[in-house]
């Protein structure tokens, strides 16, 4: 993971002289800056660990190569990392999120989850889908978001979505540029007041969104945002921004167009995936959303294959599942009030 500022440290520990060191590179670090630490002395990483947790000042990375640890954290809490409104109350489980298959027709230079049209199929597949709709009705699941890759290049897409709907409101990602033929027909099989189609685009200028997307896809975006409303659907448009200036054209753009609060997603880019700059998030900035994949069951979309974010490997019973989440959340928690104890001043 590349970094703002890179210290080395060579020998020293926090027996000798390596709290100061922390302190001024915090000093000359902005907010949301990365830092790595680079040292002789693996043994220093617990204790940097316990530091980074008990600052707010996470780590991110912990590796070793030629014999030399390097520990990478970034400065200080991000506010809104991924973009969603905060919603602390929402209990655990009320959301589930499905990645239904990891490839995609785009290979967006930010993708979080590495999807592209060369990434394996790592498909959940219809059956699991069906299992996964019938046990989350019973466990509080309000809503169900259905992620890709690209969900339409499934031909069971349909019978994916119907499953789910019957379980709880559901809202599929696409970036919306498959709405032909077959998938045109998969489309207009869908329950308009069950399912929402959330779809990226993250510019009013085509510049922009092609130049992370690929040439002529805001086009063909635009076009398949078009066809869902003709059909009937509620659109949902996500956009996916790297500074404040674009989110604010994005928002006076969807002022224009007259879109609803809740119709409305602007994120930063998350540093995940194949992203080389963004926001770093880690497991203790983002409220877990029980997450699952063909790989397993994970704390939250953002990170859905990075090993840092994986909570189980058997999705089933989801009621095991969703109760790996909630015991993972509560050590979260527990962890920090311990610390909060153990570095208690006055
Ligand atoms: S960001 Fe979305 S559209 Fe782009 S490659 Fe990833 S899954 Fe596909």
């Known amino acids: 993971m590349r970094a703002d500022i890179e210290l080395d440290i060579g020998r020293k520990t926090f027996a000798s002289g390596l709290l100061p060191e922390l302190i001024a590179v915090l000093r000359r670090s902005r907010l949301g800056g990365l830092v790595a630490i680079v ?18 000042n996470p780590l991110l990375e912990s590796t070793v190569d030629n014999g030399r640890a390097r520990w990478v954290f970034r400065c200080g809490a991000v506010a809104d990392p991924v973009g969603a409104p905060p919603e602390d109350d929402r209990p655990v489980g009320s959301r589930l999120w499905l990645y239904t298959n990891f490839d995609c027709n785009l290979h967006c230079d930010y993708c979080c989850v590495r999807s592209s049209p060369t990434a394996p199929r790592r498909e959940l597949g219809l059956t699991r889908i069906q299992r996964i709709a019938r046990e989350a009705a019973g466990l509080g699941v309000k809503e169900i978001f259905v992620t890709g890759g690209e969900p339409f290049l499934l031909e069971d897409i349909a019978e994916i979505l119907l499953s789910c709907a ?21 489309l207009r099989a869908l329950p308009r007041d069950r399912i929402i189609l959330q779809i990226s685009l993250d510019s009013p200028r085509p510049e922009l969104h092609d130049l992370h997307r690929g040439p002529g896809t805001w086009t063909r975006t635009r076009e398949g945002i078009q066809h869902a409303r003709a059909l009937g659907f509620r659109v949902r448009l996500a956009a996916t921004v790297s500074t404040d200036a674009q989110a604010e054209a994005f928002r006076q753009f969807l002022d224009e167009e007259k879109i609803a609060a809740e119709d409305r997603v602007i994120r930063r880019i998350a540093l995940r995936g194949v992203a080389s700059e963004g926001v770093a998030v880690t497991r203790a900035d983002l409220v877990p959303e029980v997450t699952i994949t063909a790989d397993g ?4 979309p953002v990170g ?38 153990i570095f208690n001043c006055a």
């Open 304 to 341: 859905a294959e990075d090993a840092d974010l994986l909570v189980t490997r058997d999705i089933f019973p989801l009621s095991e599942a969703f109760g790996a989440v909630r015991r993972a959340f509560d050590r979260e928690g527990e962890h920090a009030n311990k610390l909060a104890k």
């Open 39 to 56: 040292g002789d002395e693996e043994s220093v990483g617990p204790e940097l660990e316990t530091w980074c947790r008990f600052t707010g």
């Open 166 to 186: 019957s379980a709880a409101p559901t809202t599929v990602l696409t970036n919306g540029m498959l709405f032909t033929g077959r998938r045109a027909e998969s």
């Open 297 to 300: 069951v994970y704390w939250h």
